[in-house]
C-alpha cells in the first residue's frame, strides 16, 4: 500500500492519510484551501484496475464552506468520492439543527451532480453520549448505483466510527463462461465404473479428477453481457467481428459473406439462449426469491456477485488478508458444543421398511429430483449422475447399499465447503454478520435424498410426528399452519375470547441440535437399524472448510448440530422437534414450521393466558 499525507500545520498530530494500492497509478491534485485555513484537503486521483477516479479528503474543525470549493469540485473529472468529518449539522441528515454553512452546503447538494451516500446512522458519539452524523460520504451520480456505504460500530477508541464504502467497479470480478466436455468425461466414467478394483471413495475421486480436466473456464471481457449469454453467443461473436475487421481491411467479398453468415447464426444463438433462459424463469416462477433474482439479473445485465466485504473487524484489528480472514471463519462456524455421550443402542426392534437393501428404482428416483446446483467440495455435479446408464445406476446403488450396512461414510459426504454470505441489512465486517452456505457432495444428497423419503413416509404412515408440527413433510405445508392458527383466532373472535400468541425463533437451530438426544429420539419413535446408525455417524467429525475471496481456509472438524446444506436436516429437526408440544401447559397450542414456534392460547381471562404462559 502506498500513501498520500498532509500534516496538520501549527497543531500536534492528525492531518489527511490517504491509501492505494501499490499497482495503482496516483497523483496529488492542489487544493483550494492554503496552508493557514482551518480546513485541511487531500485530493488525489487514481488509476486502478482500467479505472480512473478522484479521492476528497476533508477534515474541517470549523464546519465546511462550500463557497470556497464549490468551483473546485465541479472542475473536477469524475468519478469522484468526498469522505470527510465536515463538523455540519442539517435535517438532510438527520440532524435537529442547522446553521448558514450546513444550508449552503445542503443547497449545493442538491443542486451539483453529488449524492449524499450516508443513511441515517451516526457517526460520531460526542463525550456526553449523544450521537451524530459529522462524517459525510459523497459521490458524483455516475457511480451512485454502484457504491455502497454503511457504519462500522468498531470505534477503536475514536470518537468516531469508521465508514466502509464499497464500489463494485473496483472489485468486479470478470465473469466465465464454463464449457465441459461430457462426451469424454461419460467414456471415462464407463471405464472407471467397470474397474472392481476400486472403492467407492477413490472411483469418486477419479470421477472428480475426469471432470475437472474436462472442464475449461473462458474469462469473458468487462462488457455488459446478458445473464444467458453462453459459450456458443461468445464465439460466434468473436467470429463476426473477426470477419468484419478482415472485410473492412482486406475488402474481401469472402471475408463480407462469413460476416454475414456469422451474424445471422449469432442471432439465432442469442434467440434461442434467451428463450431457453426466460423458459427457467417461468419454470421456477413459484419461487419468489429465485423469480427476483433472476429478474434483478436480467435487469442490471451483469453477472450478480456476492457483495462481501475486503475487510473484517476481529478483537478491534483490521485484518484484510483472505487467507486469515477464511479461517477466521472457519474457526467461528466450527465453534465446539460440548454435550455429555448418551449410551445408544442401534438395533431396537427391527423396521424392515427402513432398512430394506436399496432399490434401483429409489437412486434413479433420488437422481431425477436432486437439483442442478453447485457441487460440493468433491466437484461432481448433479449432471454426471444424471447421465449414468442403467448400468451405471445400477453400480452405484450397489456401492449405496454398502455404505449403508457398513456406514463406511465416504470422507467427502462429511466435507462442507462454507461459502459466507453477508445478512442483510447488518455490517459485513463482522463474523457474526456472515451466514454461512454449505456446498455438500451431490452424491451424498442423493443417498440423503433416498433415506429421507424412507423417514417421511414411515414418519406419516405410522403417524409418529403430531399435527402440530409443519414443513418438509408431505401435506404439512406453511399454508396449513396458517389455516390452523386463522381458524383458532376466528373461532377466539365468535366466542368473544381473547387469544395471545407469541412467536419463538430459534437462533442458530440446526446449530443447537443436541446430535446424540436427536439419535435417542429416533430410537424412541421406532427408526432404528442401519438407518440410524449412518445419520449419528453421518452427523459425527464432520469437516468445514471456507471458500471467501478465492482462498480456502485450513480444515476444521466440528460436532456442532445438523450439518447445513443437507438434505436429511430438515426432517431431522422436525423430529428432534416432536415432542415440544408435551412441555405446554393444558389449553396451550403451539404451531412449529422450521425453526419458528408459535405458541398460542385462548380464554375469556387474558390473566389466565398469562399464567398459562409463565409456567412454560
Known amino acids: 500500500m502506498n500513501f498520500f499525507y498532509s500534516v496538520r500545520h501549527g497543531r500536534s498530530g492528525g492531518g489527511l492519510l490517504t491509501g492505494f494500492p501499490k499497482s495503482a497509478a496516483a497523483r496529488v491534485i492542489p487544493s483550494p484551501f492554503d496552508s ?9 486521483e487514481i488509476f486502478y484496475k482500467q479505472q480512473s477516479f478522484t479521492i476528497i479528503n476533508v477534515y474541517a474543525p470549523q464546519g465546511f464552506d462550500i463557497t470556497q470549493a464549490r468551483m473546485y469540485f465541479e472542475s473536477l473529472k469524475a468519478p469522484i468520492f468526498i469522505f470527510g468529518d465536515f463538523n455540519l449539522h442539517h435535517r438532510m441528515w438527520k440532524a435537529n439543527s442547522s446553521n448558514s454553512l450546513s444550508n449552503n452546503f445542503a443547497d449545493w447538494l442538491q443542486m451539483s451532480n453529488f449524492l449524499l451516500l450516508n443513511s441515517t446512522t451516526p457517526t ?29 460500530n468498531t470505534s477503536f477508541e475514536s470518537d468516531h466510527n469508521p465508514v466502509i464504502t464499497e464500489w463494485s467497479n473496483i472489485n468486479f470480478a470478470p465473469r466465465n463462461i464454463k464449457s465441459i466436455n461430457w ?24 470421477v472428480s479428477s475426469s471432470i475437472k480436466n474436462n472442464t475449461t473456464m473462458t474469462p469473458l471481457p468487462h462488457n455488459n453481457f446478458p445473464p444467458w449469454w453462453n459459450m456458443a453467443c461468445h464465439n460466434f461473436l468473436l467470429l463476426k467481428k473477426k470477419f468484419k475487421n478482415k ?66 473487524i476481529h478483537n478491534n484489528r483490521i485484518i484484510s488478508n483472505p487467507q486469515l480472514q477464511s479461517n477466521l471463519f472457519v474457526n467461528f462456524f466450527a465453534l465446539r458444543i460440548q454435550h455429555e455421550p448418551i449410551p445408544l443402542d ?37 449432471a454426471w449422475f444424471k447421465r449414468l446408464n442403467n448400468q451405471q445406476v445400477h453400480t452405484l446403488t450397489a456401492s449405496f447399499q454398502k455404505i449403508f450396512t457398513t456406514t463406511n461414510i465416504p470422507q467427502q459426504w462429511k466435507h462442507s465447503l462454507i461459502i459466507p454470505i453477508p445478512k442483510p441489512s447488518k455490517d459485513k ?130 460436532q456442532r448440530g445438523l450439518a447445513q446444506g443437507s438434505v436429511l436436516s430438515p426432517i431431522l429437526f422436525a423430529i428432534f422437534l416432536f415432542d415440544f408440544e408435551d412441555t405446554l401447559e393444558e389449553g396451550v397450542q403451539v404451531s412449529i414450521f422450521a425453526d419458528d414456534i408459535f405458541i398460542y392460547c385462548s380464554h375469556n381471562s387474558p390473566d389466565h393466558i398469562v399464567k398459562n404462559f409463565d409456567t412454560q
Open 183 to 206: 462426451s469424454n468425461i461419460m467414456q471415462q466414467t464407463s471405464e472407471i465404473l467397470s474397474s472392481t478394483l476400486q472403492d467407492f471413495s477413490n472411483t469418486m475421486a477419479i
Open 247 to 312: 472485410a473492412h481491411n482486406a475488402f474481401s467479398i469472402a471475408a463480407w459473406i462469413k460476416y454475414k453468415k456469422y451474424s445471422s447464426k449469432l442471432r439465432r444463438t442469442m434467440k434461442k439462449a434467451s428463450r431457453s433462459y426466460w423458459d427457467s424463469i417461468c419454470n421456477i416462477s413459484r419461487n419468489p426469491r429465485m423469480f427476483y433474482s433472476m429478474l434483478n439479473k436480467i435487469s442490471n445485465h451483469v453477472s450478480q456477485d456476492i457483495n462481501t466485504s475486503n475487510l473484517i
Open 429 to 558: 465486517t463482522i463474523i457474526s454478520s456472515i451466514r454461512p452456505v454449505a456446498l455438500t457432495s451431490v452424491g451424498a444428497k442423493i443417498f440423503e435424498r433416498i433415506l429421507t423419503k424412507r423417514i417421511s413416509t414411515f414418519l406419516l404412515t405410522q403417524k409418529k410426528i403430531p399435527p402440530c408440527v409443519y414443513g418438509f413433510l408431505p401435506l404439512r405445508d406453511n399454508q396449513l399452519a396458517i389455516y390452523k392458527i386463522q381458524s383458532n383466532i376466528l373461532e377466539a373472535h365468535q366466542q368473544k375470547d381473547f387469544f395471545i400468541g407469541i412467536n419463538l425463533d430459534i437462533k442458530s437451530a440446526y446449530d443447537s441440535v443436541y446430535i446424540d438426544g436427536l439419535i435417542q429420539k429416533c430410537l424412541h419413535i421406532g427408526i432404528t437399524g442401519y438407518i440410524v446408525k449412518f445419520i449419528h455417524h453421518f452427523l459425527q467429525d464432520r469437516v468445514l472448510q471456507v471458500r471467501w475471496r478465492n482462498q480456502l481456509s485450513k480444515t476444521k472438524v466440528t
Open 36 to 44: 493557514n485555513s482551518s480546513t485541511e484537503m487531500l485530493t488525489a
Open 124 to 152: 460520531h458519539i460526542s463525550h456526553t453520549g449523544s450521537q451524530s452524523i459529522l462524517d459525510l460520504s459523497i459521490c458524483t451520480a455516475d457511480i451512485f448505483h454502484r457504491v455502497k456505504t454503511f457504519v462500522n
Open 346 to 382: 442401534y438395533n431396537g426392534v427391527h423396521n424392515s421398511n427402513l432398512n430394506h437393501p436399496i432399490q434401483i428404482q429409489e437412486t434413479i428416483k433420488a437422481i431425477q429430483t436432486t437439483r442442478n446446483s453447485t457441487p460440493g467440495a468433491d466437484n461432481i455435479p448433479a
